[in-house]
């Protein structure tokens, strides 16, 4: 959370959403504010239907708010058009998703070289900078395996390694931890923990899961498309203390 | 951003080989029917207008009768003779020369070994009219032409035949109790599509085959050759005044006797195989289109099998562009593919098909470069409606899918 007078990293102003139209129109965000900082650990929490995912597609720069604004590093991101967020996903956004979403027969190194492809990476270099991504989720011997082969913790951090790959500044997490055990689960926070805080990267994280939002700083409750509270205080990594 | 492209689409091609090549099945098929039906239509025509100008080009064939399939009943008309074609020589302008014949079958007889063949009485105009080299020896002179002297020149048949294959000059082979010496062996012509075999004949004067096989003056053929300059159709209609005088034929009543022109058979041959080349190339054509359909067909069903692939290639911050330029080029490189596959496996069916149709292998560079172009071309025609689909997926939905 901002915490100067300085510009955030991320801000939501009166953001809302409303999906279909006529009778059937759905409002899932009624007016969501949000400010997050360079380098927070955020979890955003509440009951399903409250709007989270709505909330993250919008901070990834997949979707657009219906009214309201939303600021990434100073820019009107609702203003933006399609191909314009996709440039800006490309260079300062990494995802993580509950499903994975890993190609299938495809190695977990293509996995993860598949971003450095679209930045236009020469062959060497993708290779090393996936190889070196690899290593940081701890699959460096891995890195032949297709997802068929892989369990789902392994999965989940060939997700995370191609997320990190391009080195973004915000790491966007919807359930991360969804299809996992809890021992796979703790592996995946503290991996999430250790990337906020050796490399920087801010993490958005969406979860069910008191025990994994006790890994972040904040915890951003949901309910009915708005912002219920926001809880301070969490310090990074107690959960494990 | 072609080269990653392009890596990417060859991936995708590899990781699935068995849909890769269902997809591509389509131009197989098409490209091949195309390339073969063209290839072997080609071959045909060639070997048609090669088995008519064996018979010679700017050439007329002069028959007693009157014709194929017409006139019956009635006396037999008159054979030529040797005062026509002294009149044709002498009368008719364009004409190079002219080379009557009579013949006979006859059984040739050297050294224990005996074939039956045919006799073929001619003057040395023959070889003027229809070219045809000697692969040793030496053409009867003027001299024993007019003398009727018993030489021959044997074609390769007789002298496999007769000879093993071996030089034949300078023996003496009797043919029908009669003897003559070989003077010259002709080089092969092959089988003529009407003639059966044309390598087996001895050729002698005509004179020599009057006197001693047929005994009488007959001319069953002239062949009358036709001057460059002049058109075969002019010298025909002289040709068929100059006949019908001679042979006294009034007026309204038909002629007994024919005229067939080569080079006018050749052309309506040739314009019939092209025909038929162009008809079967146009349904193969067709086979071609269906082809690049099913490959709309299958690129559709893969973008909506692969939604959740483009959408995290969406996410992971693909442009709409760099979505569309990947199914697109990998439409083009399994169009492609498909072409090249397609011509390779044309080559195997003509080297397969040439020998039962009895025509030469041949390789028709424009059709194989046509087909190929058309194929890639299919790749994008086909191909661009399911990429641009595919680029226009909303990422959200399209990562949710299942
Ligand atoms: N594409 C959509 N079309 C219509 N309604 C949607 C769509 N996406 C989400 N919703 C609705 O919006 C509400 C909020 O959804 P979501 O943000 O996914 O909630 P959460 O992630 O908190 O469970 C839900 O009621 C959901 O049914
Ligand atoms: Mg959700």
Same mark, same amino acid.
């Given at each position: 959370?901002?915490?100067d007078?300085?510009q955030p990293?991320?801000?939501?102003?009166?953001?809302?959403k409303?999906?279909?139209?006529?009778?059937?129109?759905f409002?899932?965000?009624?007016g969501?504010?949000?400010a997050i900082d360079?380098?927070?650990?955020?979890?955003?929490m509440g009951p399903?239907?409250?709007?989270k995912?709505?909330?993250?597609n919008?901070l990834?720069?997949?979707d657009?708010?219906?009214?309201?604004e939303?600021?990434?590093?100073?820019v009107?991101?609702?203003?933006?058009?399609?191909d314009?967020?996709a440039l800006l996903?490309?260079r300062?956004?990494?995802f993580?998703?509950q499903?994975f979403?890993?190609?299938?027969r495809t190695?977990a190194?293509e996995?993860?070289e598949l971003?450095?492809?679209y930045r236009?990476?020469?062959?060497a270099?993708?290779?090393?900078?996936?190889m070196?991504?690899l290593?940081?989720v701890g699959l460096?011997e891995?890195w032949?395996?297709t997802?068929?082969?892989?369990?789902?913790?392994q999965?989940?951090?060939?997700?995370?390694?191609r997320?990190?790959?391009?080195?973004?500044?915000?790491l966007?997490?919807?359930?991360?931890?969804?299809?996992?055990?809890s021992?796979r689960?703790?592996?995946?926070?503290?991996?999430?923990?250790?990337?906020?805080r050796?490399?920087g990267?801010?993490v958005?994280?969406v979860?069910?899961?008191p025990d994994?939002?006790?890994?972040?700083?904040a915890?951003?409750?949901?309910?009915?498309?708005?912002v219920?509270?926001?809880?301070?205080?969490?310090a990074?990594?107690?959960?494990?203390? | 951003?072609?080269g990653t492209?392009?890596l990417l689409a060859?991936?995708?091609?590899a990781?699935?080989?068995?849909?890769?090549?269902l997809?591509?099945?389509?131009i197989?098929?098409?490209?091949?029917?195309?390339?073969?039906?063209?290839?072997l239509?080609?071959?045909t025509?060639?070997a048609?207008?090669?088995?008519?100008s064996?018979?010679?080009?700017?050439m007329?064939?002069?028959?007693p009768?009157?014709?194929?399939?017409?006139?019956?009943g009635g006396?037999?008309p008159?054979?030529?003779d040797e005062?026509d074609?002294?009149a044709?020589r002498?009368?008719i302008?364009?004409?190079?020369?002219v080379a009557p014949?009579?013949?006979?079958?006859g059984t040739?007889?050297?050294n224990?070994a005996n074939?039956?063949t045919?006799v *073929? !009485?001619?003057t040395l105009g023959y070889f003027?009219?229809q070219p045809?080299a000697l692969t %040793?020896g030496?053409y009867w #002179?003027? &001299?024993?032409?007019?003398a009727?002297?018993?030489?021959?020149?044997?074609g390769?048949?007789?002298?496999?035949?007769?000879y093993g294959?071996?030089?034949?000059?300078?023996?003496?082979l009797?043919?029908?109790?009669?003897?003559c010496?070989?003077?010259?062996?002709?080089?092969?012509?092959?089988?003529?599509?009407f003639?059966?075999?044309?390598?087996d004949?001895?050729?002698?004067?005509?004179?020599?085959v009057?006197?001693?096989?047929t005994?009488?003056r007959d001319i069953?053929?002239?062949?009358?050759?036709?001057?460059q300059?002049?058109?075969?159709?002019?010298?025909?209609?002289?040709l068929?005044?100059?006949?019908r005088?001679r042979?006294h034929i009034? *007026? !309204?009543?038909?002629d007994?006797?024919?005229?067939f022109?080569?080079a006018?058979?050749s %052309?309506?041959?040739t314009g #019939?195989? &092209?025909?038929l080349?162009q008809i079967?190339a146009?349904v193969?054509?067709?086979?071609l289109?269906?082809g690049g359909i099913?490959i709309?067909?299958?690129?559709?069903?893969s973008?909506?099998e692969?939604t959740r692939?483009?959408?995290?290639?969406?996410?992971i911050?693909?442009v709409?562009s760099?979505?569309?330029m990947?199914?697109l080029?990998?439409?083009v490189?399994?169009?492609c593919l498909g072409?090249?596959?397609?011509?390779?496996?044309?080559q195997?069916l003509?080297?397969?098909?040439a020998?039962?149709m009895?025509?030469?292998?041949?390789?028709v560079?424009e059709?194989?470069?046509?087909?190929f172009a058309i194929?890639?071309?299919?790749?994008?025609?086909? !191909?661009?409606?399911?990429a641009?689909?595919a680029?226009?997926l909303?990422?959200i939905d399209a990562?949710?899918h299942?």
């Open positions: 959370m901002p915490s007078g300085g990293l991320i801000r939501l102003h009166g953001v809302t409303v999906y279909g139209e006529g009778p059937t129109a409002q899932a965000l009624k969501v504010d949000l360079t380098g927070d650990f955020v979890a955003v399903s239907g409250s709007g995912s709505t909330t993250m919008i990834g720069c997949l657009v708010p219906s009214s309201g939303f600021l990434f590093k100073g009107h991101v609702e203003q933006l058009d399609r314009q967020r996903r490309r300062y956004l990494g993580v998703f499903g979403n890993l190609l299938a190695s190194l996995n993860v971003p450095l492809l236009g990476d020469a062959k270099q993708r290779r090393e900078t996936a070196a991504a290593d940081k460096a891995w032949d395996h997802p068929g082969e892989l369990s789902g913790g999965q989940q951090r060939v997700a995370i390694a997320a990190i790959v391009t080195s973004p500044e915000v966007l997490a919807d359930e991360p931890t969804g299809n996992l055990d021992e689960s703790v592996e995946i926070m503290q991996l999430l923990t250790d990337l906020n050796t490399s990267i801010t958005l994280m979860t069910h899961e994994m939002a006790a890994f972040a700083r915890i951003v409750h949901f309910k009915d498309g708005l219920e509270r926001i809880e301070h205080g969490h990074a990594g107690t959960a494990i203390a | 951003m072609l492209t392009f060859i991936r995708s091609i990781r699935h080989k068995l849909r890769s090549f997809t591509t099945l389509g197989i098929i098409g490209v091949a029917a195309v390339v073969t039906m063209v290839t239509g080609n071959a025509t060639k048609v207008q090669k088995q008519i064996a018979l010679g080009t700017n007329l064939q002069v028959r009768g009157q014709g194929f399939g017409r006139g019956g006396p037999a008159a054979n030529f005062d074609v002294q044709i002498d009368q302008a364009g004409v190079s020369a014949q009579a013949g006979t079958s040739a007889i050297y224990g074939a039956t045919t *073929n !009485g001619t003027q009219v045809w %040793a030496r #002179t003027a &001299t024993e032409e007019s009727g002297k018993g030489v021959c020149i044997i390769n048949t007789v002298r496999k035949n007769l294959g071996g030089d034949a000059v300078g023996t003496r009797r043919i029908n109790g009669i003897s010496d070989v003077i010259g062996m002709l080089s092969t012509r092959g089988q003529a599509g003639g059966g075999d044309q390598d004949v001895v050729i002698m004067p005509i004179k020599q009057q006197r001693r096989f005994g009488n069953r053929l002239m062949l009358v050759g036709v001057d300059d002049y058109s075969t159709s002019a010298v025909q209609a002289s068929t005044s100059l006949l005088e042979r009034g *007026n !309204g009543k038909e007994d006797f024919n005229i022109d080569t006018q058979i %052309a309506t041959l #019939t195989t &092209t025909l080349t079967v146009a193969a054509a067709i086979s289109v269906v099913g709309m067909n299958i690129m559709l069903v973008v909506t692969r692939e483009i959408g995290i290639r969406l996410a911050g693909a709409a760099e979505v569309l990947q199914f080029v990998e439409a490189v399994l169009s072409g090249l596959i397609g011509l390779v496996l044309a195997l003509i080297l397969l098909l020998p039962l009895q025509v030469d292998w041949l390789f560079p059709i194989n470069i046509v087909a194929s890639a071309a299919i790749g994008v025609v086909f !191909g661009f409606f399911p641009r689909r680029a226009s909303n990422p990562l949710r299942e």
